[in-house]
């Protein structure tokens, strides 16, 4: 007999995309900035290290709390929450809300790590599919038995789309539960829902500073919700989820802004030159708000393609979503390195 539960011998468990340690690739494969990040992290991790790391690092990440009260204009530090990595939050939330046998829902396709969650809770999970234009059809926001929470990521994961603050609204208004915005890609988008927090409580935002921040190898995230929540997730998030090194880095990289402004606007021109060139090649790619697109070709399939680019050393994402499609999700690099993707492609298609 197993000595674990028989919930996490059953699951298959989240795996992450390839991460090679040997040899070098051109890495499309995991929506990573492909820029240096900030430059003002590396002296805040220096005098980090000037004092020592004998003692442990600050519980809630004050600090960052307090930088980030600032530049995402919210009343104070107490709407907001520190975590190692947005993944970390996604489990303190599902962990504080989804006890076992009860439901947590999310749409379908999209982040592939939300039911692992619930497999771990011994939950169950709901899948509701988007709609031919990638809304969402009325029953994302219908109360249903043992409903406890709610994932929408926005930008979404694999497509790249988005579901309008208007929507996410009506959804929050009929919804019994919390709704987690998981706004990950979100700072290569068009819009995105932080003021919705204070508009209804049970809306709740997270974000990561791994991707537009450039800061995936040092895992940091955070949650923003009304401070009677922030008060229990409190009480669920490990004692020091958050080391030294990360906190000061995390807060010197928030506070530049103009290098955001700067990365963004890099990383949207690439995107849509990587959009242009599938397109040109025959793919079909959906329109994206992040810094990934998502395509198929109609004559060619996509595991092949993924095997064929990876034997050139260049790594994308195939991802295979039953009951809806497989393809490649393709990760926006710098523009030397969408280039030598396309210009292998055109070999191949």
Not at 14 to 41: C, D, M, V
Not at 109 to 130: G, H, M, N, T
Not at 159 to 174: H, K, Q
Not at 294 to 304: D, G, L, N, Q, S
Request: charged letters at 20%; hydrophobic letters at 40%; glycine letters at 6%.
């Amino acid at each position: 007999m197993s000595p674990f539960r028989p919930n996490i011998v059953a699951m298959d468990g989240y795996t992450p995309g390839e991460q090679p340690q040997a040899g070098k690739f051109i890495k499309l494969n995991t929506n990573e900035n492909p820029y240096p990040p900030p430059p003002g992290i590396r002296r805040a991790i220096e005098e980090v290290l000037d004092r020592g790391l004998q003692r442990y690092p600050d519980p809630m990440a004050n600090s960052f709390r307090l930088r980030a009260a600032e530049v995402l204009e919210l009343p104070g530090k107490d709407w907001i929450l520190a975590g190692n990595g947005s993944d970390d939050i996604l489990t303190i939330c599902t962990r504080a809300f989804v006890g076992p046998g009860e439901l947590l829902r999310l749409p379908y396709p999209s982040y592939i790590l939300y039911r692992s969650l619930a497999q771990l809770q011994d939950a169950r999970w709901e899948e509701v599919k988007f709609n031919a234009d990638w809304s969402l059809p009325a029953a994302f926001g219908n109360p249903a038995e043992g409903l406890k929470l709610v994932f929408l990521p926005n930008p979404n994961s694999p497509t790249g789309t988005m579901i309008s603050r208007e929507a996410i609204l009506e959804f929050a208004e009929r919804l019994p539960c919390p709704l987690l915005i998981d706004e990950a890609y979100v700072d290569f988008a068009d819009f995105n829902c932080m003021d919705l927090v204070a508009k209804n409580e049970k809306i709740m935002v997270s974000r990561t500073l791994s991707k537009s921040y450039g800061l995936a190898g040092l895992r940091f995230g955070y949650i923003v919700a009304q401070p009677h929540f922030i008060e229990q997730l409190i009480k669920v998030k490990d004692s020091y989820n958050c080391d030294s090194l990360s906190i000061a880095a995390a807060t010197a990289a928030l506070g530049d802004q103009a290098w955001l402004a700067e990365n963004r606007a890099n990383s949207i021109a690439t995107r849509k030159r990587l959009t242009a060139g599938l397109s040109q090649l025959g793919f079909s790619v959906i329109p994206s708000q992040s810094n990934f697109v998502w395509c198929i070709h109609p004559r060619h399939p996509a595991k092949p393609l993924y095997e064929q680019l990876k034997q050139n050393r260049i790594l994308v994402r195939y991802m295979n979503y039953p009951g809806w499609s497989d393809g490649l999700r393709i990760s926006v690099g710098t523009d030397e390195q969408i280039e030598a993707l396309l210009t292998l492609l055109k070999t191949m298609v």
